[in-house]
Structures are given as C-alpha cells and as structure tokens.
C-alpha cells in the first residue's frame, strides 16, 4: 500500500492546522470571477504549443542569452523568465510580446532573499532580531527595489527549518524553531505583496523549498530526507503553511525526496497537501532543473517519463530544464498526460500573471521608458539608514567579559582578521543585485563612528584559509576568495606588531560569504586554522580581545569562548553592516539580538536543538549518570542555546504569574512575568514564552517555543509582559495525525532565552 496514500487520507480528515493561520490575502471574490472568465476565454484560444510554452520558466545565462530568449517570447515559448535584473533588459524582453500572436507577458523573477540592492543582513541574522518590525521593513524594502528594477516575483523567503548547521544554506533560512520561523514567514510574505502583489511597490512571493529541504541528512546538499509523519507536520511543515496562509502566490518545489518520493514528483505533497489540504490557490515552480532530476533520483526511466510525473504530480512551472518544452506535447499525444493536467497548470501560470497585473499592462512595474534610472546602481536607489537599523537588530552579543564592551572612543583600536575589510563578505550569500562597492565594511565603519577621536590600525592577519582546495571550490563559480600570498608567519607576524600597538585588538574572523551558501555544506564548522592561529597569536600579546564573528551559520566556537574578552554574532550584515557593527562596538546601540539556532560545543553534537523530545533516560547537568543520554568526552548541552543573546545592561525576571491553574477550549489563561533593567543603560531584550505537554499520547517536546515580546526598558525602568495561552497552543498532532489538544498538565515557561527561565504549571481540562 503507497505509504503517501494512507497518510494524505489521515490528514485530509484534519482541518487545515496551524496556530499561526491568518486571513488569507487575495484578490477579491468579484475580481476571481472576472480573472477566470478572462482565463476561460484566452485559453480557447491557445494552440498546444502556447500553453506548453507559458510553463517554460527560463533562466538568461550562457547557454540561453538574451537573443535567443526574446526570439522564443516572440514565439510564445516562455512563461516566465529569472536572472535578468535591470529595467532596460526586461523591457527589451518584454517588448517582444508585441510581436507574439496572443501577448501574453512573461513575468520576471530572481532571487531576492534579503535585499535587491540594499541588502539587508542575511535571513539568519534578520531570525537574529527577533524583530517583527525589522524584518517586514527589510522584505518591505526589498520589494519596493525588486519592483522598481521591472520584477514580478522573488523567490523567497526560504522557510525550511534546519537544525544541522554542516548545511550551506542554513544562512538562508530562519533557523531550527517551528513559531519563530512561521512568525517569520508570514511578515516576509504580508511585507514582499503587500495587500495586493500588483501594486507598484509590491512583488510576489514564491516560498521555498517545499517539503523539508531543510532536514537533508547530514546537513549535505541536495541530499535524501527520511522523516516521521508527527516530526513532518509538527516541526516542519508549519512555516510553510504560514507563507501560504499569508498569501503567498508561489510555492517552489524542493530538490529532496521524502522519504523515498522526490518533491518534484511527490503527489501527495502536492495535491494532498498543499492543494487539497491547504487550499492553496497559486503558482508551483520546480527548483532548478529538479525534473530532470527525477532521472538521477532513480524514480524515471528517462526525462520524457520525468516531464510526465512532474506535470501529473502537481508542477505547474518547469525551471530551467525545458523538460515540458521537450516533451509534453509528445507525451499528450501518447495518452501519458492528459489535456486537463496541461490546462491546469495553464490556468495557474495564467492566473500568477493576472494577480501581478500584467495583463492590464504588461509594463506594469517597468512603468514609462522615461522612468529608467539613468544610472542603475546609482547611490540614490539604496536605503541605507534602514538598512542599518535592521543590520544593528540583527548582532548577538556572545560574551562580554568584564564589560569589555562597548569600546571607548579614545585611545588605539587594532581591527585586525581576513573579513576586517571584505565588501564582498559583508553582504552574504544571495546578495540579489547588491553591488559590493557599495558595502561598509567593519574596518570602515569603525572609522566613521570613532571619527578623529581615536586611532585605527589595521592588518589583515591571515587569509579566509590557507587550504588552497578550499579556496579553488569557492572560487570555481565565482571568483570572491583572493588570498593574499605573504606568507602565513608573516601575516601573523604583521598582526602582532599591530596589536601591541593598541589598546584593545578587534579580530575579525568567520567563514567567507561562499562558505555558507547553496552548495556548501561543511562536515567542520569551526573556524579555519589559519584564522585560529591568528587569534592564538593575538591571544597571546596580552591585550583585551574582542572577537567579531562574521559567517552563515552555527560554527563550534568554545576555544574562541574561551580565550576572548568579548564576541560579537553579526553574521553577514549587509550593505551598512560596517556602520551597525561599529554602532554596537562603540555602544551607540546596545543590541538585542538573540539566536536563531543552538551553537553546539563539537559538531559531533549535531544534531543539537531546543524542542527535543525527552527520553527514558534523560540526561541531568546537576546529577549526572552515566546511563542516560549523553556523550562522556564532552560537556554536554550547548555552548550558546537557542534564543540566547546578552546586552549591554542586565535584566531580572520575575516569577511566571497565571491568572489561573487550569483552562480550556473556551477560557484561556495568560501568563505575565515583570521584566526589569537592573543595569545603568537602556536596553532591550526578547522575552520568550515555551510550553511544555507534560504526559501525552506521544512524546512531546521538553520545551517548544509559543510566543515572544521586544521590549525597551530604561534604568531601573520595568514592565510586565503579559502573554495569553488558549488551547490552539496546545495542539499537536498525535499519531494518527490528528490535529488537537490533550488534557493534563502542562509546564510554562518563561525567559530570556531557552534554559534561562521561570517555570510554573497549568491543567488543561
């Protein structure tokens, strides 16, 4: 019996399940109608040929240049184009619709996942904020210069949940927590369209990748998935959810399989679920020739088989591969596919371009020739001052010893480290149409806010790292790695003269912005030696040293914990990361950020999270027992957990008050703690609600993550946060993938961070 089958059928009995499910935005009832009649009547008039066409979604590059492309509009073979980002390049595309027998327009996408041409910080360090208003300003931005460039569609966000940092495109995604990325799904959806994905300052969201791409085993790319139903929908599938419950008009298939079916093919993820289940309305685009995939994934014979399962199964767009443009229409004259399978992927290709407005102008975002910037890169398109702020939102304060932090602005400061001075790193991976030259780096920024009150001085260190095959594969794409060919002592050796100069040395250090990005995946993810050998020398000048750590995900950092002053999460910050890591190190922000993602000790701790499930034998700190679940050579637990970020001030929280013990379906209860700043300074910080489903009828996490707050206090200042529990909260879906509470105990807890916390009880009745 088809496992998939079985499954589909138990959770169509479910209602559609989410806690974080909105009101879903769209077009209204009246304008659905008129759209479907329009589609109706263009459709009867399209050849077989026209409608296999607008399912052809093509990419510019080498193989396919311009030319070529506007040639096949022209032709009605393309539906849809990516990669192609300035307005006077998409509107030499798109004036070839004159020419087409029915105009139907191409839309146009890219990859703009955390910035156009402000880039903000990446997707991880905006989960860093924790800042609802921070990241709907970011994907707000985005958008308006998404538009302004001509585009349609972006590509984003990324929503897969990980928690295995060895995966490349953990920089890409929102972290390992269910809530915070759903929460974070839906401001990025609600900030890319807006109210409606037509209006001038608006694009259109298409959410990736759907199912679990995130959870490929061993954290390596591309790699298979195998998981259990409950962990699926628990743990996984909410964010994607949330996207389509905002919204979202594309769904982007992933390139994995689960659990032996591979995404692109998977029926049941896409009808059952997304389709039946979900109700979702929208657009499905293969990643990357993902269809022709299906071949190397070992599920068809040949790419004529592929094409056919992919376009049975549910995908409407066909990215990059041309496998409909080759064979549907062979395979519809052999009964393989059906008229019906064609005609609803037309009727979603056809329905995405109406709801971006391209059939009442097909220069809906290119505007008037008039209105192309006369320099497209130009200064006055950035959005600099927000950019900044988000940036600044977005930095984890890791440590700070004897408040060695903020910096004073006098004296000699050493900016010292490979990524000290890195415009290209800076900005992350999918940096959009960022510009490097652009970008602030650390050494810059310091600059500009210590101004002439101090002293600078700067020495590179070290390289990335001194593994030349680890520099060729970074650069086999796009040469961004330029080592520096002194040798390594007497980088080292340069450095240390430098610091012994100063009064306190700031060491830059991390991963190159192409160490985490698609593709590249690491089974080690400490710090290269050649960086750990510079901190070692820099260690030993005797001098304060302040680590700022620049890198695309968790890294293993408890011998840099160890013999630093102080360290500084930034992760790549963006276009003004430089300016809002200088406005935290001199102290004219006091950050707030706190972690996405657990930092394990080892990465033999992986796969190391906050919502685990307990076992029979639990592992306690306190009493330690060797028969328990636990490795024996190290300490166990994380080095920093999850939601756990430090200030400039300190703060207290008082015990977790219920207004009442017990609740249920009908009464919710509320939980309020009073936070106070017990330091000298302003701050803010993140206040964080968990739950706990003590006894059930499967195992539940020890702690999951249900709510959070963003609070400013001044001195002495303090507030109660208040957060309101109901029943949905206490939903799960149990084995029978039922949707739904149990009743029994449950634990509250609330905190700063995840182990840092007040606990008190409730029943639900």
């Not at 080690?524 to 005797?542: E, M, Y």
Request: glycine share 8%.
């Amino acid at each position: 019996m088809n496992t998939h089958h079985v499954l589909g059928a138990l959770v169509l009995l479910v209602s559609s399940a989410s806690s974080l499910a909105v009101e879903t935005t769209g077009i209204p009832q009246d304008q659905v109608k008129e759209r479907n009649a329009f589609i109706a009547d263009l459709m009867k008039k399209m050849t077989i040929d026209e409608k296999i066409g607008q399912l052809n979604l093509v990419t510019v590059g080498p193989d396919y240049q311009k030319e070529a492309i506007m040639a096949d509009i022209r032709a009605g073979k393309v539906g849809g184009v990516f990669n192609t980002v300035t307005k006077p390049d998409i509107r030499r595309m798109q004036d070839q619709v004159k020419e087409s027998r029915l105009k139907i327009p191409p839309f146009y996408a890219y990859d703009v996942v955390h910035g156009q041409r402000t880039i903000f910080p990446i997707s991880l360090g905006l989960a860093a904020s924790w800042d609802m208003q921070a990241v709907a300003t970011s994907a707000r931005i985005s958008a308006l210069e998404t538009a302004a460039d001509g585009l349609n569609m972006t590509f984003s966000p990324m929503v897969d949940i990980t928690r295995d940092p060895r995966w490349g495109r953990v920089s890409e995604g929102f972290g390992e927590d269910t809530y915070l990325t759903s929460r974070l799904a839906h401001e990025m959806v609600t900030g890319y369209q807006g109210k409606d994905p037509s209006a001038p300052d608006a694009v259109m969201a298409n959410v990736k990748h759907y199912a679990l791409y995130g959870a490929v085993e061993g954290g390596r790319e591309y790699n298979t998935v195998d998981m259990s139903p409950t962990r699926m929908f628990n743990d996984y599938m909410p964010p994607y959810k949330a996207a389509v419950d905002a919204g979202a008009g594309g769904v982007m298939i992933a390139l994995n399989s689960v659990n032996g079916i591979p995404a692109t093919s998977n029926t049941w993820l896409l009808k059952d679920i997304l389709r039946d289940d979900w109700q979702f309305k929208g657009l499905t685009v293969s990643d990357h020739g993902a269809i022709g995939g299906l071949v190397k994934h070992g599920v068809a014979e040949d790419d004529r088989q592929a094409a056919a399962m992919a376009l049975k199964a549910g995908v409407d767009m066909d990215m990059a591969d041309n496998m409909y443009g080759k064979y549907l229409k062979g395979l519809l004259a052999d009964g393989l596919v059906s008229q019906q399978d064609i005609d609803r992927a037309v009727r979603d290709v056809l329905a995405a371009k109406w709801d971006m407005g391209l059939f009442v102008d097909e220069y809906r975002h290119l505007g008037p020739q008039s209105s192309d910037p006369a320099d497209t890169n130009a200064e006055s398109r950035l959005h600099r001052p927000e950019a900044r702020e988000v940036a600044r939102t977005s930095l984890v304060l890791l440590k700070n010893t004897n408040q060695t932090l903020p910096l004073q602005k006098k004296g000699t400061i050493a900016v010292i480290g490979p990524l000290a001075d890195s415009k290209r790193d800076v900005m992350g991976s999918w940096s959009a149409a960022g510009k490097a030259a652009q970008a602030v780096t650390v050494l810059q920024g310091m600059k500009d806010v210590l101004g002439d009150k101090g002293t600078l001085l700067y020495a590179r260190g070290a390289n990335i790292t001194n593994d030349q095959g680890m520099v060729d594969f970074l650069n086999s794409y796009d040469k961004q790695v330029i080592n520096d060919p002194r040798k390594p002592q007497d980088m080292i050796d340069e450095a240390v003269k430098t610091a012994e100069k100063s009064d306190v040395v700031v060491a830059v250090v991390g991963e190159a912005q192409g160490m985490a990005h698609e593709a590249s995946s690491r089974s080690d993810i400490s710090i290269p030696q050649s960086q750990r050998d510079l901190l070692k020398a820099l260690k030993a000048t005797g001098k304060p040293l302040v680590i700022v750590l620049m890198n695309g995900r968790p890294l293993t950092l408890t011998w840099e914990n160890d013999i630093s002053d102080a360290m500084l999460e930034t992760w790549f910050s963006g276009t003004e990361g430089g300016h809002a890591i200088a406005d935290v190190l001199f102290g004219d922000y006091n950050p707030s950020g706190k972690l996405p993602m657990t930092f394990p000790r080892s990465v033999g701790q992986i796969p190391l999270y906050n919502s685990v499930l307990n076992t029979g034998r639990p592992f306690n700190p306190q009493h330690p027992d060797k028969y328990t679940t636990r490795y024996f050579d190290i300490t166990n637990g994380p080095l920093f957990p999850f939601g756990y970020g430090l200030s400039y001030t300190s703060f207290s929280v008082s015990d977790v008050s219920l207004s009442s013990t017990t609740m249920d379906a009908k009464n919710p209860l509320t939980a309020s703690v009073t936070v106070k700043n017990t330091g000298k300074v302003s701050g803010a910080t993140i206040v964080q609600l968990y739950l706990q489903d003590v006894t059930a009828s499967i195992s539940r996490p020890v702690k999951e993550l249900k709510n959070f707050e963003k609070i400013n206090l001044q001195p002495g200042e303090e507030k109660v946060v208040t957060f309101t529990v109901n029943e949905r909260d206490l939903r799960f879906y149990n084995d029978k993938l039922k949707w739904a509470s149990e009743p029994g105990k449950f634990n509250v807890f609330v905190g700063l961070d995840s182990q840092d916390v007040k606990k008190t009880s409730f029943l639900l009745k």
